[in-house]
């Protein structure tokens, strides 16, 4: 069945520091893979995804890389600041005939001064 | 554009009773997917609706059910509320058109089961 191990549970880094956060999802035929992030009492919000014909893409201090051979694709954090702070979540979806979003378990990140 | 309404913000039920939570999509999204947050259990999909229909149910009894209606607003019905229900319960919309499949949740209906 659709399952996505997400790794690690907790995350503390300096602030300036980079972060890296990892998912390794099961289905072979998944083709779209966001990531959200949610702060404390707030929704989840999409900061970046990448869709399986494409290997990496970056926005500003955050990019994806993804993996479909070993199936596992990574959240990158480059300068982090404390407003990054949240828990970030890696999903993925099998589009076409109805989407259905999985989620990973969430990584609490917290970037210290 | 207004983003993804859910109504209400936060609801006190009983155990037994039954409960309907609202969800008004960003306009021209079509899909509708309801999720469930606890701490324990992270995000789980509940049910995704596309044009009135619904195409994808997670694994959850049939105390949980859902619809959309034709201007694509959704709502979910809880029956037979159960302590384990207390929860807060995400609406997301999405535009599901090729190239954009990503999906704006609500700020989510907080439910506490007493």
């Known amino acids: 069945g659709e399952n996505v191990e997400q790794h690690p549970s907790t995350l503390s880094v300096q602030e300036g520091d980079s972060a890296v956060i990892k998912c390794t999802y099961s289905?072979?035929?998944?083709?779209?893979f966001p990531w959200y992030k949610q702060e404390l009492g707030k929704r989840p919000q999409l900061i970046i995804d990448?869709?399986?014909?494409?290997g990496e893409k970056k926005d500003q201090r955050i990019a994806v890389t993804l993996n479909k051979t070993a199936k596992h694709f990574s959240l990158h954090i480059t300068e982090t600041q404390p407003e990054d702070s949240a828990v970030y979540f890696c999903a993925f979806i099998l589009t076409g005939g109805g989407n259905k979003l999985t989620f990973g378990t969430g990584t609490q990140l917290k970037v210290e001064l | 554009k207004a983003g993804v309404t859910q109504t209400p913000r936060y609801l006190i039920k009983t155990r037994g009773q039954q409960v309907t939570l609202s969800c008004s999509p960003i306009?021209?999204?079509?899909?509708v997917s309801w999720y469930q947050q606890t701490p324990g259990q992270g995000l789980q999909f509940l049910f995704e609706?596309?044009?009135?229909?619904?195409?994808n149910k997670g694994n959850f009894p049939g105390r949980f059910s859902g619809r959309q209606f034709s201007n694509s607003r959704s709502e979910m019905n809880v029956s037979t509320l159960e302590l384990g229900d207390s929860a807060l319960y995400l609406c997301?919309?999405?535009?599901?058109?090729?190239?954009?499949?990503?999906?704006?949740f609500g700020s989510g209906t907080r439910l506490t089961v007493v």
């Open positions: 609706y596309f044009s009135e229909t619904q195409r």
């Open positions: 289905d072979s035929a998944s083709n779209y």
């Open positions: 990448i869709r399986s014909n494409v």
């Open positions: 306009s021209g999204h079509r899909s």
């Open positions: 997301a919309s999405s535009l599901d058109s090729p190239g954009h499949y990503g999906y704006t």
